[in-house]
């Protein structure tokens, strides 16, 4: 008989609304405290202590509108967030600090998290979606210098893009976009070049959430549909489908493949939490705690396995926090 479902290991309250984005910072040295950042739907980016299971600082940048997006530059004391209000927040933390030191304005009004690609020492490419309904714009940070807009030729009709991943195969090769785009495609960019190197229909509704993995090259997406596409990418730079697998019910907000790419998990509207094998797609594991929509799902990045975790957040305005296939 399959053991039944496990339940959190410890569950985060104290946001008082839903919880729309999570990020770990937990690979420092000690005596570093191993945090994991939250964005709320009323504007706050809480940092949470993983000792204490309590908020240690609430951070007020996006004028009390919903945080979507929430990740770390080279270490916990500088922070990204995008909001609601058009804005994408840089933040310095060290210290006690609780500033922002600059921003983006985006001028989109989708909820299209944006991507940050590390490319050299204190130098990162960040993808985002820009005023142009169909556009993404890809800044050089900190310098917020314009690498270029990569607009769909006339005709296309993507529609928005929903989600984006910005990745390359090792350090000097050139940056690619991975894009999710409302008519149900993905497309693959060239940066450099500002050009379509391969499309694919993936989906009948919008991309809602996509994960890669650049050793394998392969990708997987979700929409408002009862199905996950799982796409590879050859030789020659074209994507195809790769694998479809079913769910019982609609919708995915939000994938995410654990740094070992040994397994992934994904956030229902179904309020389940799904964790599958990432090399033949096998389901592992349903778990059920949240009482409402989960809007987003994340891996910590402790250096040791059996340290890792999975935090889950939800509409319900709580965190569920889980230790699973930890071994290595």
Request: contains cysteine; glycine residues 8%.
């Amino acid at each position: 008989m399959a053991l039944p479902p496990p339940d959190p290991q410890f569950v985060l309250r104290g946001t008082s609304a839903a919880v729309h984005t999570l990020h770990f910072s937990c690979a420092g040295q000690e005596p570093n405290i191993p945090v994991l950042f939250s964005g709320s739907e009323t504007g706050f980016v809480h940092v949470w202590n993983l000792k204490t299971h309590r908020v240690d600082t609430a951070l007020d940048g996006h004028g009390r509108k919903s945080v979507y997006c929430v990740q770390t530059m080279d270490g916990k004391d500088r922070l990204l967030s995008q909001g609601r209000d058009q804005r994408i927040c840089l933040w310095d933390l060290a210290e006690g600090r609780t500033s922002v030191t600059d921003s983006v304005f985006t001028e989109h009004v989708g909820f299209c998290r944006c991507s940050l690609l590390k490319v050299a020492q204190g130098r990162w490419l960040m993808a985002m979606a820009a005023k142009g309904l169909e556009e993404v714009q890809v800044l050089e940070l900190p310098s917020k210098t314009s690498v270029c807009t990569l607009k769909p030729e006339v005709g296309a009709k993507l529609g928005m893009p929903m989600c984006l991943k910005l990745w390359q195969l090792n350090c000097g090769s050139q940056p690619l976009l991975l894009a999710g785009y409302e008519d149900g495609s993905v497309v693959l960019w060239n940066v450099t070049m500002g050009k379509v190197l391969s499309q694919l229909v993936c989906h009948q509704e919008p991309v809602m959430s996509l994960d890669f993995d650049s050793e394998k090259a392969k990708g997987i997406s979700g929409s408002s549909e009862k199905v996950l596409r799982i796409w590879s990418l050859n030789e020659q730079q074209n994507l195809q489908v790769y694998k479809t697998h079913e769910l019982v019910n609609a919708g995915v907000s939000d994938i995410t493949i654990r740094p070992d790419k040994k397994i992934l998990a994904t956030a229902g509207w179904d309020h389940r939490i799904r964790i599958f094998g990432w090399k033949k797609l096998k389901p592992l594991a349903v778990l059920e705690y949240h009482t409402a929509t989960v809007h987003c799902v994340s891996f910590s990045d402790h250096r040791n396995p059996c340290e890792r975790l999975l935090a889950a957040g939800s509409k319900d305005h709580r965190i569920s926090v889980w230790s699973i296939y930890t071994e290595t």
